[in-house]
C-alpha cells in the first residue's frame, strides 16, 4: 500500500516553514506557478490583518523534484517568513483567552507563551496550503475538482440558493472579496467586517469545500482510522479555530426521518454513466456512505469560530501579579474565513490524494494511472 504522508515545521516568526511530502510517484509533472496562486488565495480576503500586508508567500522546491517532475523521494517545500522575528519578539506577561498560550505553558511546566504561541499560530497554514496544491495535481488528472468557497460570515449567509454547475464556480468566486459565490453580497460583508472591526472585535463563519469526479469505494469501511469521514473531519479540525464538521444534511439529518434522509439507488441510463451502472437519486450523504466515496459529490462544511486574539482584549491574569489585566494584542485578523476555505481545500484535497494513493498504488505515474484504468474498467463490467 503506498502512503501519502506529510509533516510540517517552522514557526510563524521563525526563519521559514518546511513540509516534507513522502508518497508521490516519481514522473508526476509539478507546476510550481500553481502552488504560488494557491498561496497567494490563501493571503485574500477581506478583514485580513497586518501580517498579509508583510509576507508575499512563494515556495521553494528544495528537494524531490528534477527538470519538473517528481523522483520518488521526498519533496521538500520551503515558505520563507519576511517577519522573521521570532528572537527578537519578547514573551508575553499573560495568556491570551481562546488561545493555546495557558493550556500549552501548564503542559510544558513554564509560563513562556511565546514558545508556545509560535507553533500554534495558523500561519503554519501557509505551508499545508503548499503541499495541498502539490499533491492535488497528482488527482486532477482524473477529473477530480476541489472546490472551497465561503458560506456564512459573522452569521450572515453568503451562498447562493443554487450552486452553479462546477465549471462556472472558480469565476464566480474570483469575483468576491470573501471567496463566496454570491458576490452581490460582498458589500453587506464588508459592511459586516467593518462594523467588528471599529468594536475592535472579530468574526467567524462557515465554509463549505465540495468536490466532483471522485470514483466510488475510496477509503475503507474495515476500521474507524481508515473512514474517509474521520480522516477528513480530522485533517479540517486540524486547522485552527475549526470548532465542527459536516458532510451533506450534516446536523440536518439527525432531524429528519430515516426516509427523507437516505439516498435511493438506481440504475444509471447508459448516456449517464460516470463511474458504472449505478447512482445515487439524491446526494443527502455528501458523497460519503459507510466511510467511502459513493461517486456523488464530495459535500463538507466547516464552522470557524471568531478568531481569538481582539484588539481591545478580554480579561486575563497577569503572571508576575496575578492582577486581572486585558489580555496583551498580537497583530492579527477581523476575520480570516476566506483564507480558512483554501486551507480547508488544501487539506481535503491532500485526504482524497493519500486515499487514491493507498487504492492504486504505483512507484511511477504511469503505473498509478494503469491501476485506476483498471479499477474504470472493473466498475464499468460490475
Known sequence: MASLHYTTAGESHGPALTAIVEGLPAGLALDVAR?????????????????????????????GLRAGRTLGSPLALVVRNAD??????????????????????????????????ERASARETAVRVAVGAAVRQLIEPLGVQVFGHVVELGGLACGPRELPPPAEREALRERSE?????????????????????DQDTLGGVFEVRVCGLLPGLGSHASGPERLTS??????????????VEFGLGFEAARRRGSAVHDA?????????????????????????????TGEEL???VAMKPISTLRRGLDTVDFATGATVR?????????AVPAASVVGEALVAFVLAAAHREKFGGDSMEQFLAAVAHYRAQLDAL
Open 327 to 335: 489580555a496583551t494584542y498580537q497583530r492579527s485578523d477581523v476575520t
Open 35 to 63: 502552488i504560488d496562486r494557491e498561496l497567494a488565495r490563501r493571503q485574500s480576503g477581506y478583514g485580513r490583518g497586518g501580517r498579509m500586508q508583510i509576507e508575499r508567500d512563494v515556495v521553494e522546491v528544495s528537494g
Open 265 to 293: 439507488i438506481d440504475l444509471a441510463p447508459p448516456e449517464a454513466r460516470r463511474h458504472g451502472r449505478f447512482t445515487r437519486r439524491s446526494n443527502n450523504a455528501g458523497g460519503l456512505e459507510g466511510g467511502m466515496t
Open 178 to 198: 470573501f471567496l463566496c459565490l454570491a458576490p452581490e453580497r460582498d458589500a453587506e460583508l464588508r459592511a459586516l467586517v467593518d462594523a467588528a472591526a471599529a
Open 299 to 301: 459535500v463538507v462544511r
Open 231 to 244: 480522516r477528513l473531519a480530522g485533517a479540517l479540525l486540524s486547522i485552527p479555530a475549526m470548532k465542527g
Open 84 to 117: 522573521a522575528s521570532i528572537e527578537r519578539l519578547p514573551v508575553p506577561g499573560n495568556a491570551r483567552p481562546g488561545h493555546a498560550d495557558l493550556a500549552g505553558s501548564q503542559k510544558f511546566g513554564a509560563l513562556d507563551t511565546r514558545a508556545v504561541l
